[in-house]
């Protein structure tokens, strides 16, 4: 589970507003590197109501489907 938003938009890379709703289909990315060299994290799921306590300013989550988390290197 990644947080996402605490309201019902969220920027793309773009900048372009995206409304955000259940089951919205997400890939997000964090960009890493293995040894010095740039190799981003990428991974594919939904947003979902973010209903834990511990986050509770936190709106939207993005839900990581199973086996979707892959290096760019691994895609390509």
Do not use: Q, T
């Not at 293995?34 to 989550?61: F, H, M, P, Q």
Request: contains cysteine; glycine residues 6%; negative net charge.
């Amino acid at each position: 589970m990644v947080l996402l938003s605490r309201s019902d938009y969220r920027e793309d890379i773009f900048g372009n507003k995206i409304h955000l709703y259940e089951g919205l289909g997400i890939d997000i990315f964090e960009p890493d590197y293995i040894d010095g060299a740039r190799d981003d994290l990428i991974a594919s799921g939904y947003a979902v109501r973010c209903r834990d306590e511990l986050y509770k300013d936190v709106k939207w989550c993005c839900k990581i489907k199973d086996n979707w988390i892959r290096h760019e290197s691994e895609i390509k």
